[in-house]
Protein backbone atom coordinates (compact mmCIF):
# COMPACT_ATOMS: atom_id res chain seq x y z
CA UNK A 1 0.00 0.00 0.00
CA UNK A 2 0.84 3.23 -0.79
CA UNK A 3 2.12 5.56 2.38
CA UNK A 4 -0.09 9.01 3.07
CA UNK A 5 2.76 11.89 2.55
CA UNK A 6 2.71 14.84 5.02
CA UNK A 7 4.25 17.87 3.62
CA UNK A 8 6.16 19.29 7.16
CA UNK A 9 7.20 22.93 6.85
CA UNK A 10 9.89 23.99 9.65
CA UNK A 11 10.81 20.13 9.65
CA UNK A 12 14.22 20.48 10.30
CA UNK A 13 13.68 22.67 13.25
CA UNK A 14 13.52 21.10 17.07
CA UNK A 15 9.55 20.13 16.99
CA UNK A 16 9.52 19.42 13.19
CA UNK A 17 12.17 16.72 13.50
CA UNK A 18 10.86 15.27 16.28
CA UNK A 19 7.34 14.79 14.29
CA UNK A 20 9.52 14.04 11.13
CA UNK A 21 10.64 10.84 12.73
CA UNK A 22 7.33 9.92 14.98
CA UNK A 23 5.44 10.47 11.57
CA UNK A 24 8.06 7.47 9.68
CA UNK A 25 7.31 5.52 12.61
CA UNK A 26 3.75 5.54 11.66
CA UNK A 27 4.13 4.70 8.16
CA UNK A 28 3.98 8.37 6.77
CA UNK A 29 5.59 9.41 3.83
CA UNK A 30 7.58 13.17 4.73
CA UNK A 31 8.47 15.76 3.03
CA UNK A 32 10.36 18.09 4.59
CA UNK A 33 10.12 22.06 3.31
CA UNK A 34 12.80 24.22 5.22
CA UNK A 35 14.94 27.98 4.43
CA UNK A 36 17.80 26.22 7.34
CA UNK A 37 17.38 29.72 9.15
CA UNK A 38 17.33 28.10 12.44
CA UNK A 39 18.45 24.83 11.80
CA UNK A 40 21.16 22.93 9.96
CA UNK A 41 20.40 20.18 6.69
CA UNK A 42 22.21 17.07 8.47
CA UNK A 43 19.29 16.86 10.96
CA UNK A 44 17.94 14.76 8.11
CA UNK A 45 20.84 12.11 8.33
CA UNK A 46 19.92 12.01 12.20
CA UNK A 47 16.15 11.33 11.03
CA UNK A 48 17.39 8.60 9.02
CA UNK A 49 19.54 7.12 11.75
CA UNK A 50 16.43 7.11 13.93
CA UNK A 51 14.23 6.01 11.68
CA UNK A 52 15.90 4.29 8.90
CA UNK A 53 14.72 6.70 6.22
CA UNK A 54 15.61 10.10 5.23
CA UNK A 55 12.95 12.33 4.34
CA UNK A 56 12.12 14.22 1.21
CA UNK A 57 13.86 17.66 1.34
CA UNK A 58 13.17 20.91 -0.26
CA UNK A 59 15.05 24.12 0.97
CA UNK A 60 12.81 26.61 0.06
CA UNK A 61 11.40 29.72 2.14
CA UNK A 62 8.01 29.35 2.73
CA UNK A 63 7.13 33.38 1.83
CA UNK A 64 8.16 32.42 -0.93
CA UNK A 65 4.94 32.29 -3.64
CA UNK A 66 7.07 30.83 -6.51
CA UNK A 67 8.62 27.98 -4.59
CA UNK A 68 6.02 27.26 -2.62
CA UNK A 69 3.64 26.87 -5.36
CA UNK A 70 6.24 24.65 -7.55
CA UNK A 71 6.70 22.06 -4.53
CA UNK A 72 2.98 22.02 -3.89
CA UNK A 73 2.12 21.29 -7.45
CA UNK A 74 4.74 18.62 -7.59
CA UNK A 75 3.12 17.10 -4.17
CA UNK A 76 -0.69 17.73 -4.46
CA UNK A 77 -1.24 13.93 -3.47
CA UNK A 78 0.26 15.28 0.11
CA UNK A 79 -2.04 13.84 2.44
CA UNK A 80 -1.61 17.14 5.33
CA UNK A 81 0.86 19.56 6.02
CA UNK A 82 1.91 20.92 9.43
CA UNK A 83 2.67 23.96 9.38
CA UNK A 84 5.88 24.75 11.90
CA UNK A 85 8.11 27.17 9.97
CA UNK A 86 8.15 30.04 11.92
CA UNK A 87 10.67 32.40 13.95
CA UNK A 88 10.10 32.37 17.40
CA UNK A 89 12.06 34.51 19.40
CA UNK A 90 10.69 36.69 21.69
CA UNK A 91 12.99 39.37 22.36
CA UNK A 92 13.94 39.64 18.46
CA UNK A 93 10.42 39.75 17.87
CA UNK A 94 10.35 42.79 19.78
CA UNK A 95 13.22 44.42 18.08
CA UNK A 96 12.48 43.50 14.22
CA UNK A 97 8.57 43.29 14.21
CA UNK A 98 8.35 43.76 10.74
CA UNK A 99 10.84 40.67 9.86
CA UNK A 100 8.58 38.66 11.97
CA UNK A 101 5.26 39.38 10.81
CA UNK A 102 6.83 38.91 7.26
CA UNK A 103 7.79 35.57 7.79
CA UNK A 104 5.22 33.75 10.48
CA UNK A 105 2.35 35.71 8.47
CA UNK A 106 3.66 35.65 4.59
CA UNK A 107 4.36 31.64 4.83
CA UNK A 108 1.32 31.03 6.59
CA UNK A 109 -0.68 32.66 4.02
CA UNK A 110 1.46 31.17 1.42
CA UNK A 111 0.50 27.96 2.34
CA UNK A 112 -2.90 28.08 3.01
CA UNK A 113 -3.17 29.74 -0.33
CA UNK A 114 -1.52 26.75 -2.04
CA UNK A 115 -2.90 24.12 0.15
CA UNK A 116 -6.89 25.31 -1.33
CA UNK A 117 -5.35 25.74 -4.63
CA UNK A 118 -4.28 21.18 -4.62
CA UNK A 119 -6.55 20.46 -2.70
CA UNK A 120 -4.59 19.54 0.51
CA UNK A 121 -6.99 19.03 2.57
CA UNK A 122 -5.85 18.94 6.72
CA UNK A 123 -3.62 21.61 8.12
CA UNK A 124 -1.78 20.79 11.72
CA UNK A 125 -0.72 24.50 12.79
CA UNK A 126 1.55 25.29 15.69
CA UNK A 127 0.39 28.43 18.04
CA UNK A 128 1.25 28.67 21.55
CA UNK A 129 0.55 28.82 24.99
CA UNK A 130 1.56 32.54 24.76
CA UNK A 131 -2.32 33.22 22.72
CA UNK A 132 -3.68 32.84 27.10
CA UNK A 133 -1.37 36.26 27.93
CA UNK A 134 -1.79 36.15 32.04
CA UNK A 135 -5.39 34.49 32.14
CA UNK A 136 -7.69 35.30 35.13
CA UNK A 137 -7.76 31.16 35.91
CA UNK A 138 -5.59 28.39 35.93
CA UNK A 139 -5.46 26.06 34.38
CA UNK A 140 -6.01 27.18 31.15
CA UNK A 141 -8.57 25.14 29.20
CA UNK A 142 -9.43 25.85 25.36
CA UNK A 143 -12.12 27.99 26.49
CA UNK A 144 -10.33 30.23 28.19
CA UNK A 145 -10.31 33.69 27.00
CA UNK A 146 -7.32 34.99 24.75
CA UNK A 147 -5.26 37.98 25.75
CA UNK A 148 -3.76 40.89 23.76
CA UNK A 149 -0.17 39.23 22.53
CA UNK A 150 2.25 41.17 24.58
CA UNK A 151 5.18 40.80 21.78
CA UNK A 152 5.28 40.80 18.26
CA UNK A 153 5.86 37.03 18.06
CA UNK A 154 3.14 36.45 19.96
CA UNK A 155 0.79 38.47 18.07
CA UNK A 156 2.14 36.25 14.92
CA UNK A 157 0.22 33.14 16.69
CA UNK A 158 -3.30 35.17 17.61
CA UNK A 159 -3.53 36.15 14.18
CA UNK A 160 -2.49 33.10 12.31
CA UNK A 161 -5.43 31.53 14.37
CA UNK A 162 -7.69 34.03 13.04
CA UNK A 163 -6.22 33.56 8.90
CA UNK A 164 -7.02 30.13 9.73
CA UNK A 165 -10.43 30.37 11.26
CA UNK A 166 -10.82 33.18 8.15
CA UNK A 167 -9.61 30.56 5.55
CA UNK A 168 -11.74 27.52 6.70
CA UNK A 169 -15.05 29.45 6.67
CA UNK A 170 -14.45 30.00 3.08
CA UNK A 171 -13.28 27.21 1.96
CA UNK A 172 -14.84 24.01 3.88
CA UNK A 173 -13.28 21.65 2.41
CA UNK A 174 -10.61 22.33 4.32
CA UNK A 175 -9.70 21.08 8.30
CA UNK A 176 -7.48 22.58 10.57
CA UNK A 177 -6.04 21.80 14.05
CA UNK A 178 -4.41 24.34 15.98
CA UNK A 179 -1.65 22.87 18.45
CA UNK A 180 -1.37 25.21 21.40
CA UNK A 181 2.16 23.67 22.94
CA UNK A 182 2.74 25.18 26.45
CA UNK A 183 6.43 24.75 27.39
CA UNK A 184 8.55 21.77 25.19
CA UNK A 185 11.64 20.32 26.52
CA UNK A 186 13.92 17.45 26.14
CA UNK A 187 15.12 15.29 23.19
CA UNK A 188 15.09 12.21 21.43
CA UNK A 189 15.55 9.50 23.70
CA UNK A 190 18.32 8.41 20.93
CA UNK A 191 20.34 11.43 20.86
CA UNK A 192 20.88 12.04 17.98
CA UNK A 193 18.07 15.18 17.47
CA UNK A 194 17.09 18.03 19.91
CA UNK A 195 17.22 21.40 20.41
CA UNK A 196 19.96 23.52 19.05
CA UNK A 197 19.65 27.22 20.33
CA UNK A 198 21.86 29.66 18.04
CA UNK A 199 23.79 31.89 20.70
CA UNK A 200 22.93 32.59 24.31
CA UNK A 201 19.32 30.35 24.79
CA UNK A 202 16.18 32.46 25.72
CA UNK A 203 14.58 29.51 27.28
CA UNK A 204 15.08 28.09 30.39
CA UNK A 205 15.74 24.45 29.43
CA UNK A 206 18.64 24.99 27.03
CA UNK A 207 20.12 27.79 29.40
CA UNK A 208 19.55 24.80 32.19
CA UNK A 209 21.31 22.07 30.29
CA UNK A 210 24.31 24.79 28.68
CA UNK A 211 24.90 25.76 32.65
CA UNK A 212 25.06 22.26 33.22
CA UNK A 213 27.47 21.84 30.20
CA UNK A 214 30.11 25.01 31.23
CA UNK A 215 29.05 27.09 28.50
CA UNK A 216 27.21 29.37 30.64
CA UNK A 217 29.14 30.21 33.89
CA UNK A 218 25.92 30.45 35.93
CA UNK A 219 22.08 30.52 35.29
CA UNK A 220 20.11 33.54 36.31
CA UNK A 221 16.87 32.83 37.57
CA UNK A 222 14.19 35.71 36.54
CA UNK A 223 12.47 36.52 39.78
CA UNK A 224 11.68 34.72 43.42
CA UNK A 225 8.97 37.25 44.30
CA UNK A 226 6.17 36.20 42.25
CA UNK A 227 2.33 35.25 43.67
CA UNK A 228 3.63 31.45 43.11
CA UNK A 229 3.44 28.81 45.81
CA UNK A 230 7.70 29.03 45.98
CA UNK A 231 8.22 32.54 44.43
CA UNK A 232 9.12 31.04 41.06
CA UNK A 233 7.21 31.54 37.74
CA UNK A 234 5.29 28.36 36.92
CA UNK A 235 5.39 27.08 33.80
CA UNK A 236 3.95 23.57 32.08
CA UNK A 237 7.00 21.56 30.97
CA UNK A 238 6.15 18.85 27.87
CA UNK A 239 8.37 16.16 26.38
CA UNK A 240 8.59 17.50 23.02
CA UNK A 241 8.20 13.11 21.92
CA UNK A 242 4.57 14.05 23.69
CA UNK A 243 3.96 16.79 21.40
CA UNK A 244 5.79 15.08 17.96
CA UNK A 245 2.62 12.45 19.08
CA UNK A 246 0.04 15.07 19.16
CA UNK A 247 0.39 16.00 15.15
CA UNK A 248 -0.09 12.00 14.05
CA UNK A 249 -3.65 11.70 16.29
CA UNK A 250 -4.05 15.61 14.85
CA UNK A 251 -3.49 14.17 11.33
CA UNK A 252 -5.41 10.75 11.88
CA UNK A 253 -8.40 12.63 13.34
CA UNK A 254 -8.98 14.87 10.62
CA UNK A 255 -8.65 12.38 7.83
CA UNK A 256 -11.35 10.37 9.71
CA UNK A 257 -13.80 12.96 10.95
CA UNK A 258 -13.24 15.87 8.51
CA UNK A 259 -13.80 18.09 11.34
CA UNK A 260 -13.37 21.72 9.90
CA UNK A 261 -11.14 23.81 12.43
CA UNK A 262 -10.41 22.98 15.87
CA UNK A 263 -7.99 23.74 18.55
CA UNK A 264 -6.06 22.38 21.56
CA UNK A 265 -3.81 22.86 24.28
CA UNK A 266 -0.83 20.26 24.59
CA UNK A 267 0.12 20.57 28.35
CA UNK A 268 0.94 17.94 31.02
CA UNK A 269 -1.86 19.52 33.38
CA UNK A 270 1.16 20.06 35.76
CA UNK A 271 2.62 23.42 36.51
CA UNK A 272 6.31 23.19 37.73
CA UNK A 273 8.32 26.86 38.83
CA UNK A 274 11.62 27.34 37.30
CA UNK A 275 12.99 26.21 41.16
CA UNK A 276 11.42 22.76 40.86
CA UNK A 277 12.60 22.16 37.49
CA UNK A 278 16.28 22.97 38.11
CA UNK A 279 15.96 20.60 41.31
CA UNK A 280 14.50 17.85 38.95
CA UNK A 281 16.69 18.43 36.43
CA UNK A 282 19.76 18.44 39.30
CA UNK A 283 18.18 15.22 40.45
CA UNK A 284 17.69 13.17 37.74
CA UNK A 285 21.28 13.58 36.10
CA UNK A 286 23.17 14.03 39.28
CA UNK A 287 24.58 17.32 38.41
CA UNK A 288 24.63 20.55 40.16
CA UNK A 289 23.11 24.29 38.49
CA UNK A 290 24.92 27.14 39.09
CA UNK A 291 22.49 29.72 39.21
CA UNK A 292 21.77 33.28 40.99
CA UNK A 293 18.74 35.45 41.35
CA UNK A 294 18.50 37.95 39.25
CA UNK A 295 15.50 40.55 38.18
CA UNK A 296 11.90 39.60 36.49
CA UNK A 297 11.70 39.33 32.89
CA UNK A 298 9.53 41.69 31.64
CA UNK A 299 6.88 40.01 30.24
CA UNK A 300 6.64 36.91 31.83
CA UNK A 301 3.51 36.05 33.32
CA UNK A 302 3.79 34.39 36.82
CA UNK A 303 2.10 31.37 36.08
CA UNK A 304 0.77 29.02 33.08
CA UNK A 305 -0.06 25.92 32.85
CA UNK A 306 -2.86 23.28 31.19
CA UNK A 307 -5.30 21.17 30.79
CA UNK A 308 -5.31 18.89 27.99
CA UNK A 309 -8.39 17.28 28.38
CA UNK A 310 -10.08 17.87 25.01
CA UNK A 311 -7.17 16.47 23.07
CA UNK A 312 -7.41 13.09 25.27
CA UNK A 313 -10.85 13.34 24.61
CA UNK A 314 -11.07 13.62 21.22
CA UNK A 315 -7.68 12.94 19.76
CA UNK A 316 -6.95 10.29 22.18
CA UNK A 317 -3.63 12.01 23.34
CA UNK A 318 -2.02 12.37 26.56
CA UNK A 319 1.48 13.75 27.86
CA UNK A 320 3.17 9.88 28.68
CA UNK A 321 6.43 10.26 29.30
CA UNK A 322 8.01 11.01 32.55
CA UNK A 323 9.31 13.99 33.81
CA UNK A 324 12.78 12.14 34.75
CA UNK A 325 12.85 10.63 31.49
CA UNK A 326 12.72 14.21 29.71
CA UNK A 327 15.32 15.50 31.63
CA UNK A 328 17.71 12.73 31.32
CA UNK A 329 17.06 12.99 27.69
CA UNK A 330 17.41 17.13 27.59
CA UNK A 331 20.83 16.33 29.61
CA UNK A 332 22.22 13.54 27.56
CA UNK A 333 21.51 15.82 24.10
CA UNK A 334 23.51 18.30 25.22
CA UNK A 335 26.10 15.87 26.07
CA UNK A 336 26.22 14.69 22.91
CA UNK A 337 26.32 18.34 20.95
CA UNK A 338 29.13 19.48 23.75
CA UNK A 339 31.23 16.09 23.29
CA UNK A 340 31.01 15.33 26.87
CA UNK A 341 31.13 11.86 28.25
P1 LIG B 1 12.73 25.94 15.33
O1 LIG B 1 13.28 27.30 15.09
O2 LIG B 1 13.64 24.91 15.88
O3 LIG B 1 12.11 25.36 13.98
C1 LIG B 1 11.50 26.19 13.03
C2 LIG B 1 12.04 25.79 11.65
O4 LIG B 1 11.41 26.60 10.66
C3 LIG B 1 13.55 26.01 11.51
O5 LIG B 1 14.13 24.83 10.99
C4 LIG B 1 13.66 27.18 10.53
O6 LIG B 1 14.82 27.07 9.72
C5 LIG B 1 12.38 27.03 9.73
N1 LIG B 1 11.86 28.27 9.15
C6 LIG B 1 11.62 29.46 9.75
N2 LIG B 1 11.11 30.34 8.87
C7 LIG B 1 11.02 29.69 7.67
C8 LIG B 1 10.56 30.05 6.40
N3 LIG B 1 10.13 31.29 6.12
N4 LIG B 1 10.60 29.13 5.40
C9 LIG B 1 11.06 27.88 5.64
N5 LIG B 1 11.51 27.47 6.83
C10 LIG B 1 11.49 28.37 7.85
O7 LIG B 1 11.44 26.13 16.25
P2 LIG B 1 10.59 25.04 17.03
O8 LIG B 1 10.86 25.20 18.48
O9 LIG B 1 10.73 23.72 16.40
O10 LIG B 1 9.13 25.62 16.79
C11 LIG B 1 8.29 25.12 15.77
C12 LIG B 1 6.99 25.89 15.77
O11 LIG B 1 6.37 25.76 17.05
C13 LIG B 1 7.12 27.39 15.53
O12 LIG B 1 6.02 27.81 14.76
C14 LIG B 1 7.05 27.97 16.92
O13 LIG B 1 6.58 29.30 16.91
C15 LIG B 1 6.07 27.04 17.58
N6 LIG B 1 6.18 26.99 19.04
C16 LIG B 1 7.37 26.63 19.60
C17 LIG B 1 7.48 26.58 20.99
C18 LIG B 1 8.80 26.21 21.64
O14 LIG B 1 8.94 26.44 22.84
N7 LIG B 1 9.75 25.63 20.94
C19 LIG B 1 6.38 26.89 21.80
C20 LIG B 1 5.18 27.24 21.17
C21 LIG B 1 5.08 27.27 19.79
C1 LIG C 1 8.76 31.74 26.07
C2 LIG C 1 8.02 32.85 25.39
C3 LIG C 1 6.81 32.28 24.68
C4 LIG C 1 7.23 31.20 23.70
C5 LIG C 1 8.04 30.14 24.42
C6 LIG C 1 8.62 29.16 23.45
C7 LIG C 1 8.50 34.88 26.67
C8 LIG C 1 7.94 35.92 27.58
N1 LIG C 1 7.67 33.87 26.36
O1 LIG C 1 7.88 31.15 27.03
O2 LIG C 1 6.13 33.31 24.00
O3 LIG C 1 6.10 30.59 23.10
O4 LIG C 1 9.13 30.76 25.13
O5 LIG C 1 9.65 29.71 22.70
O6 LIG C 1 9.65 34.95 26.27
N2 LIG C 1 13.74 31.64 32.92
C9 LIG C 1 14.74 31.94 33.82
N3 LIG C 1 16.01 32.08 33.35
C10 LIG C 1 16.34 31.92 32.04
C11 LIG C 1 15.30 31.61 31.12
C12 LIG C 1 14.01 31.49 31.60
O7 LIG C 1 14.50 32.09 35.02
O8 LIG C 1 17.52 32.08 31.68
C13 LIG C 1 12.37 31.46 33.42
C14 LIG C 1 11.38 32.45 32.83
O9 LIG C 1 11.26 33.58 33.64
C15 LIG C 1 10.09 31.61 32.83
C16 LIG C 1 10.56 30.16 32.70
O10 LIG C 1 11.95 30.17 33.02
O11 LIG C 1 9.45 31.74 34.04
C17 LIG C 1 10.38 29.61 31.31
O12 LIG C 1 10.97 30.51 30.38
P1 LIG C 1 11.07 30.16 28.82
O13 LIG C 1 11.71 28.84 28.64
O14 LIG C 1 11.70 31.34 28.14
O15 LIG C 1 9.55 29.99 28.37
P2 LIG C 1 8.32 30.99 28.51
O16 LIG C 1 8.73 32.31 29.01
O17 LIG C 1 7.25 30.28 29.23
Redesign the pocket.
Known amino acids: MQKSKIII ?8 SHTAVALQQSGFKVLI ?7 QENVLDKIADITGIKPDFEK ?4 NPISIKDIFSKNNDAVGVIH ?5 AVGESVAHPIMYYK ?2 LN ?1 LMNILENMVEFNIPNLVF ?5 VYGEPEKLPVTEQTPLQPATSP ?1 GAT ?1 VMGETIIKDTVRAHPELNAIQLR ?1 F ?2 IGAHPSGKIG ?2 PNGVPN ?1 LMPYITQTAAGIRERLSIFGNDYPTHDGYCVRDYIDVNDIADAHIDAIQYMIKNNPGIETFNLGTGRGLSVMELIKAFESANNIKINYTIAERRPGDVPELWAISDLANQKLGWAAKRSLEDTLKSAWQWQKNVSGLK
Open positions: TGGCGYIGIDNLSNSADCTFAALKNNSSSSACYKYNPELN
